[in-house]
């Protein structure tokens, strides 16, 4: 939460970041871990991440990425790279890059010939990134109410992996 409250101070408004509740979003975590530890569905919730990694640094993680098979329509055949964040602290430090790398070097162990993840709009911190990693906007766009509260506009990118 406290990364994305650093990325995304002036992308979006700082009254919605300000509002997250920490608390809530550690419970959800909990459940989506505990269910894809006993091989269970994560109750169809579109946002439970499919394989999730993480980076430590003594004992503590400063980074975590969820990827698996596309959950947008007709991008089943496609990996996805559903999050990548790394604490504030802990940025160009690398973490990223060897999470990125992980992530692609998995989707194409698991059969994708190609990837995509979405960038919130205006996010050109993660822009810059991901296009660093080879990753390209590809012109879709899609509204995400994020549960009625607010909209956030993202954009599409997408990497050949093979």
């Not at 810059?128 to 590809?138: L, P, S």
């Amino acid at each position: 939460m406290r990364t994305w409250q650093s990325a995304y101070r002036g992308v979006i408004d700082d009254s919605v970041l300000d509002a997250l509740d920490i608390d809530d979003r550690a419970a959800r975590w909990s459940n989506w871990i505990h269910a894809s530890n006993a091989g269970e569905p994560t109750g169809g919730d579109a946002n439970a991440p499919h394989t999730m990694l993480v980076a430590e640094l003594d004992g503590q993680i400063v980074g975590w990425a969820a990827f698996g098979a596309g959950r947008d329509e007709g991008q089943s055949r496609s990996g996805e790279l559903a999050g990548l964040y790394v604490h504030p602290e802990h940025w160009s430090k690398r973490v990223g890059h060897a999470l990125i790398e992980r992530v692609e070097a998995e989707l194409q162990r698991e059969g994708f010939h190609d990837a995509y993840l979405w960038v919130l709009f205006g996010n050109e911190r993660a822009v810059r990134f991901y296009e660093g990693h080879h990753w390209v906007a590809d012109g879709n766009e899609k509204i995400d109410d994020a549960g009625g509260a607010h909209e956030l506009r993202e954009v599409r990118h997408r990497r050949t992996l093979r």
